[in-house]
């Protein structure tokens, strides 16, 4: 079974730092790029951070540009979001999510997603 | 960046009913558009992609049509598991993939 498996949030002051881990397994996951996306309380789905497979190319939302980094280790099967400088808007639910590269366009879209991790901003 | 705008914010719908939501693009997405469920503590589930092509599982009661900048969810026959929130997302021209709003189907 796919399974994706986010862990790591919690609660943490302003200006604090979090590393989230995913942990993926059922699939090759060396082979796939990886994506996290967030969800603030009551809000919807925002775009966080993007790797390829071989973390070549990575993108960032401008919302986190310079303050997060996304990572991950082939070897551990395993995708990580180094989050420093945080904001009480960083508040979010925050999904690993995987990209699925659809074979008759050649564009790639999230196809599967963890159950999240939660992390809170506040003092 | 590609803004997203789905319509309406909320669908009442009666079990059994047929629900339609709308989801429009600020310049056209060819048909790089996908559509995911959410139910309430859980986690998004992709249910069309390509803008019509049905993910692996989804019942054939769900449908998505639509290219360059208007598309449709059709449910055709609502169940109970059916009531949830829906959001569409492109993934033609990114960073950033771009999410609307969502829209809740509520029961009527």
């Known amino acids: 079974e796919v399974q994706l498996v986010e862990s790591g949030g919690g609660l943490v002051q302003p200006g604090g730092s979090l590393r989230l881990s995913c942990a993926a397994s059922?699939?090759?996951?060396?082979?796939?790029?990886m994506n996290w996306v967030r969800q603030a309380p009551g809000k919807g789905l925002e775009w966080v951070s993007y790797?390829?497979?071989?973390?070549?190319?990575?993108y960032y939302a401008d919302s986190v540009k310079g303050r997060f980094t996304i990572s991950r280790d082939n070897a551990k099967n395993s995708l990580y979001l180094q989050m420093n400088s945080l904001r009480a808007e960083d508040t979010a639910v925050y999904y690993c999510?995987?990209?699925?590269?659809?074979?008759?366009?050649?564009?790639?879209?999230?196809?599967?997603w963890g159950k999240g991790t939660t992390v809170t901003v506040s003092s | 960046e590609i803004v997203m705008t789905q319509s309406p914010a909320t669908l009442s719908v009666s079990p059994g009913e047929r629900a339609t939501l709308s989801c429009r693009a600020s310049?056209?997405?060819?048909?790089?558009l996908a559509w995911y469920q959410q139910k309430p503590g859980q986690a998004p589930r992709l249910l069309i992609y390509?803008?019509?092509t049905r993910a692996t599982g989804i019942p054939a009661r769900f449908s998505g049509s639509g290219s360059g900048t208007e598309f449709t969810l059709t449910i055709s026959s609502l169940q109970s598991e059916d009531f949830a929130v829906y959001y569409c997302?492109?993934?033609?021209?990114?960073?950033?993939?771009?999410f609307g709003q969502g829209t809740k189907v509520e029961i009527k």
């Open positions: 059922g699939f090759t996951f060396s082979s796939y790029s």
């Open positions: 997302q492109q993934y033609n021209n990114w960073p950033p993939r771009t």
């Open positions: 390509g803008a019509s």
């Open positions: 310049q056209s997405v060819s048909s790089n």
């Open positions: 999510a995987r990209d699925h590269v659809d074979f008759w366009s050649g564009y790639s879209f999230m196809d599967v």
């Open positions: 790797i390829s497979s071989s973390s070549s190319t990575i």
